[in-house]
């Protein structure tokens, strides 16, 4: 059984005149298919659609029909959504080149001269009606693959973005000082971002490598992150070998450069006098120059073992003095702009956990 015998087929051609082969193949047709529609305009034909809850698989559509011809009809199937997808055969009795090409580039599947061989046109519709439901079937399988692959995508980015927070909440939990820490440098980091212009997806990336930057310090003894007062000279000297740790943690993760590239060097300092490597200016990866002005920022901010939290006008001061030797001065800038802006003096360990998910 071929797709003929059970496809709806809509027969939109002229009978002005009495032309003979409408009524023969009119008749032919039909008892090929009980499901054959005829109109003489396409005026006739959408009352028809709009009469039967199942749209033609195919229509076979007349050049010169009385109203619109074959071409402008063409166009409002085109342009219907409903219709637009049903696929169609010119009938006509023109024969010249330029017809047929007018035809084909205005969306018609192909194109048949009359009078035709019933067989050749029967093998016609067949293999069109078999083509666009193999098209349509391979567009819906495409359709629902890709929307499968999109949730999956989603599924992994929330996971990754879940491993990165708890992880990051495991180093800060080793430090009560530090309590939300990394979640409140990223969040700054990517606000820098976001007002430098990065895309939303570059925005993500440089919340994680904030969240965690400081990955190092599971490696950093308890006794001295958690030291009350100042450290001496050899506990800091172990302090800063969290960059280094932190980079071989995050170098197992090849699928995301940046996080080590963060971890090592959000301490280094513009004017090249920061740890451990002593690089300079842009010599410093961007993402690692942004957490560095969001870090210290945090730092002052927040209470620490030794102080209270420094007040705006202090941090904004150190800030400036920093621009340029400590810090990029563009993010530096970006930074106090931030700051001024922060009127209440709501950027501080005080930030609520809901306003840092946002
Ligand atoms: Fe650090």
Redesign the pocket.
């Known amino acids: 059984m071929g797709p003929w015998t059970f496809s709806r087929i809509l027969l939109s051609v002229c009978r002005r005149g009495g032309v003979p082969w409408v009524t023969g193949y009119w008749s032919w047709m039909t008892t090929l298919t009980t499901c054959v529609w005829r109109a003489a305009f396409w005026s006739d034909a959408l009352r028809l659609l709009g009469s039967t809850k199942e749209l033609p698989d195919l229509i076979l559509l007349d050049i010169h029909m009385p109203g619109p011809n074959g071409f402008e009809t063409l166009e409002a199937i085109r342009s219907d959504g409903g219709t637009k997808g049903i696929p169609v055969i010119f009938l006509t009795a023109d024969e010249d080149a330029g017809t047929e090409t007018r035809g084909l580039m205005a969306g018609a599947m192909d194109f048949i001269t009359k009078p035709f061989v019933p067989e050749v046109l029967l093998t016609r519709v067949n293999h069109i009606i078999e083509l666009t439901r193999l098209q349509n079937d391979l567009s819906s399988q495409v359709t629902e693959r890709t929307k499968a692959l999109i949730e999956q995508r989603e599924r992994v980015s929330r996971l990754s973005m879940q491993m990165a927070r708890a992880l990051a909440g495991a180093v800060d939990a080793k430090d009560t000082y530090t309590n939300s820490h990394s979640e409140r440098v990223a969040t700054y980091a990517r606000e820098i971002a976001r007002r430098y212009g990065y895309t939303p997806e570059r925005q993500r990336d440089i919340y994680m490598i904030g969240l965690l930057?400081?990955v190092?310090?599971i490696g950093i003894p308890d006794t001295i992150l958690s030291k009350p007062g100042k450290l001496d000279d050899d506990e800091f000297a172990v302090i800063k070998t969290?960059?280094v740790q932190?980079d071989k943690i995050l170098h197992n993760i090849p699928e995301f450069p940046e996080l080590a590239i963060g971890a090592r060097w959000?301490?280094e300092r513009y004017d090249g006098r920061g740890y451990p490597d002593g690089i300079a200016g842009t010599a410093i990866p961007e993402e690692a120059r942004i957490i560095a002005v969001a870090?210290a920022y945090d730092a002052m901010s927040s209470t620490r073992s030794y102080r209270p939290i420094l007040s705006q006008q202090f941090i904004r001061q150190e800030i400036v003095n920093g621009r340029g030797t400590q810090f990029d001065p563009v993010f530096a800038d970006i930074m106090l702009q931030m700051m001024d802006e922060d009127v209440d003096y709501q950027m501080s360990e005080n930030y609520t956990q809901a306003a840092l998910l946002k």
């Open positions: 930057h400081d190092g310090k969290h960059p932190g959000h301490h870090d």
